[in-house]
């Protein structure tokens, strides 16, 4: 690589992680969320808690002394490189200002910046997912390097939270499905790959929870918020009518008083707390949950699909960057008092950080990023635009339905759950956009770059 060349991709480099921490930058302090206090308590206190798993927790824990900053800057690098490889694996690579551009459009028009500069495992549900995609459709176009670092980092994002795992094993099996069907584009030993990827990321969770507390065990929280997405459907509320009084069901006790949002009973509610939280319902919970379920069918059936509707389209950027976030402020307190100061002087715990506007832009831009993707796919398919783009819009729309089921059909919809994986539909959009430009200008791909395009 010449020397010019050289500069400019650290020129790229540091302009784009210095976009994508800006948020942070402007705050003075990384952002932070409800569950980030959850995360940083882990190794501290020796628990497990509902769908906090200790890997991304023992990050955090290491890089108390540097108040995070090296957490959302390994983010944000981790960022350019996987948008760098994608870019290069779709025919442009060698372009470092490219991908310093497209980072800086995403920054402005996509929620990309403000999970990338958050302390939350956000980040990494988008990037494993393109990486998956990367890993199986475009393996040829990987070095050595590439190739297990991706498999490294899809267990790491599989680790790190409960829904990236359940949507990467969703994508998993549709891999194994369509391997049936074209072993020539998708031969059976990429499949087994991204199988291996994700059962070594269940394997991390597994070890890392025995080092936090001496057991093979898995982080609670699968059925406990399926039991939150049925109480707040009312379908629990149906099922204790019907079914109590009954001495073995401690709900029976409190049913005129259950709240109808999940929310609410899982972080607000006395009578959860009178019963042992967690700790003590986790078992009731889910003999409710999978009653309810048994009993009324059709009930959970609706409710599903259109928790998985509301889902699909809650995508708005900010949700729970908020200045009332008091586990996490109480954690910081107690594990990371150093950081105080600092942490009380950031603009988001002084109440300065507002979306509205910021959505105004995000959130039609993800609405019309995600309706284009089939309109990509169809063109990518039929040759108007290459066979990759098609491949990857493809990719992108299953893990956006698998994502919506996850968590709207099987927990409750929040935009914070849209929000993390939608900037992949922008960034896929803006792909399609720039060949179309190509196209109509009459410019051509180089050679390399057709023959990478056409396979």
């Known amino acids: 690589m010449r020397s010019r060349d050289r500069a400019l991709w650290a020129l790229s480099i540091v302009l784009s992680t210095l976009l994508l921490i800006a948020p942070a930058l402007w705050n003075g302090f990384p952002l932070l969320e409800y569950d980030t206090g959850g995360y940083l308590a882990r190794w501290y206190e020796g628990t497990l808690l509902i769908n906090r798993p200790l890997i991304y927790g023992l990050l955090l824990t290491a890089n108390v002394p540097f108040a995070f900053w090296p957490v959302i800057i390994f983010q944000s690098l981790l960022t350019f490189w996987i948008l760098a490889v994608a870019l290069r694996t779709h025919g442009y690579g060698g372009r470092p200002m490219l991908v310093f551009g497209m980072i800086a459009v995403l920054s402005v028009v996509s929620t990309l910046p403000w999970i990338t500069a958050i302390l939350l495992t956000d980040i990494y549900s988008g990037l494993a997912i393109l990486a998956f995609y990367m890993l199986l459709a475009r393996s040829e176009q990987l070095t050595r390097f ?31 499905v369509l391997t049936l069907f074209d072993r020539v584009r998708l031969p059976r030993i990429r499949v087994a790959q991204g199988v291996l990827a994700i059962a070594l990321g269940a394997v991390i969770v597994l070890g890392t929870n025995f080092m936090l507390v001496k057991r ?36 029976c006790a409190i049913k005129d008083r259950l709240p109808d949002n999940a929310d609410d009973w899982f972080w607000a509610n006395k009578d959860f707390d009178a019963l042992g939280r967690f700790a003590g319902m986790t ?86 990023s995600m309706a284009f993707l089939p309109v990509i796919l169809i063109m990518g398919w039929s040759g108007r635009l290459p066979r990759a783009f098609g491949d990857l819009a493809f990719v992108c729309i299953l893990a956006l339905l698998a994502n919506a089921f996850v968590c709207g059909g099987l927990a409750n919809p929040h935009d914070r759950y849209g929000a993390r994986i939608v900037w992949l539909a922008v960034f896929i959009a803006g792909l399609a956009l720039l060949r179309l430009h190509e196209q109509r200008a009459g410019s051509a791909a180089p050679a390399t770059a057709r023959d990478i395009l056409a396979t």
């Open 283 to 368: 078992a009731e919970m889910q003999k409710v949950a999978f009653g309810a379920a048994a009993e009324f069918p059709l009930d959970v059936l609706t409710s599903t699909v259109e928790a998985t509707a509301a889902q699909l389209v809650a995508v708005r950027s900010g949700e729970g960057v908020v200045n009332w976030i008091w586990h996490t402020y109480f954690i910081v307190k107690d594990w990371a008092p150093q950081l105080q100061p600092a942490m009380w002087a950031a603009r988001q715990q002084k109440g300065e950080i507002s979306f509205t506007a910021i959505n105004a832009v995000h959130y039609p831009v993800a609405l019309i």
């Open 216 to 251: 093979l065990t898995w982080t609670p929280g699968g059925s406990s918020m399926y039991f939150g997405r049925m109480l707040q459907a009312g379908i629990v509320t149906k099922y204790l009518n019907k079914n109590c009084p009954d001495p073995s069901i401690k709900l």
């Open 146 to 176: 590439e190739h297990w670092t991706f498999v490294l980092l899809i267990a790491c994002a599989c680790a790190s939270h409960s829904a990236t795992l359940a949507v990467m094993m969703m994508l998993s099996a549709a891999s194994i």
